[in-house]
């Protein structure tokens, strides 16, 4: 999972590296719409649901990532690595 706001400019490159060996879903705060891209599933939501991921992941500085488990077939999902930030050419997932 990929939290960034694109007010803060174009991630795309600093997405490859982790496109390589993940499916990801990203989410933009700014609430920009845009089309998903193979392996890329971007994603935007209501401020709520934005405030709860953000508290519910304890994200404190985008653009970050971490990577997320399925825990059961209802949906719910658990984190599953440490909180990483997104810098282009130092993804480590």
């Not at 496109?19 to 890329?40: F, H, M, P, T």
């Amino acid at each position: 999972m990929v939290v960034y706001s694109s007010h803060m400019g174009d991630i795309t490159a600093a997405l490859k590296p982790l496109v390589e060996k993940n499916s990801l879903l990203v989410i933009d705060l700014y609430q920009q719409r845009k089309a998903n891209e193979g392996k890329i599933v971007y994603a935007t939501a209501g401020t709520n649901t934005l405030l709860k991921i953000i508290h519910r992941f304890h994200i404190r500085e985008v653009p970050s990532y971490f990577m997320i488990k399925r825990v059961n077939d209802k949906g719910l999902y658990k984190q599953d690595s440490r909180i990483y930030l997104l810098e282009a050419g130092k993804q480590d997932l």
